[in-house]
């Protein structure tokens, strides 16, 4: 048996490989779809059209079990769907950044006033604890 075992060793990892990557291919086409459902209309359309296609690429060579196009495909989704979110997270940060100024004082001057009100609530629930430091 362990000779049978020793023989189909090679065979055995080439299909493990084949399973993973068509695991990772299946999980990135679902994150995918997933994303672009919940980001919808942030992403911007010139950027949205080629994470379709590679995402149809992937679909594609998902279906056919092409290793060498799944990966290039994958690739293709990452570096299409970086480019995308990398362009999203600059139009926030020009966008936002006179709102969250404006949100972010406003929330440090609740912050602390929300913290007063817990804290004399809280204070009821306080137990003291002796400890001794043993060196």
């Known amino acids: 048996m362990k000779a049978e075992a020793e023989a189909n060793a ?4 080439k299909e493990r490989e084949k399973i ?3 695991n990772q291919a299946d ?6 779809e997933q994303q672009l459902q919940e980001l919808g209309d942030k992403i911007p359309a010139d950027k949205k059209a080629p994470i379709e296609s590679a995402l149809s690429a992937l679909k594609d060579a998902h279906k056919a079990q092409d290793l060498a196009a ?3 495909a994958m ?3 990452n570096t299409a ?3 995308a979110s990398a362009q999203m997270y600059q139009q926030s940060g020009a966008q936002g950044q006179p709102g969250t100024g404006a949100g972010f004082q406003g929330g440090a001057q609740s912050g602390p006033q929300g913290g007063a ?4 609530n809280s ?3 306080v137990q003291d604890a002796d400890f001794e430091e043993v060196k």
Do not use: H, P, V
Request: hydrophobic residues 35%.
């Open 10 to 13: 090679d065979a055995d990892k």
């Open 20 to 22: 993973d990557k068509l």
């Open 27 to 32: 999980s990135m086409i679902f994150q995918t």
């Open 70 to 72: 799944i990966d290039k």
């Open 75 to 77: 690739a293709e989704l």
């Open 81 to 83: 769907f970086q480019a």
């Open 117 to 120: 009100q817990q804290g004399g």
């Open 123 to 125: 204070s009821d629930n």
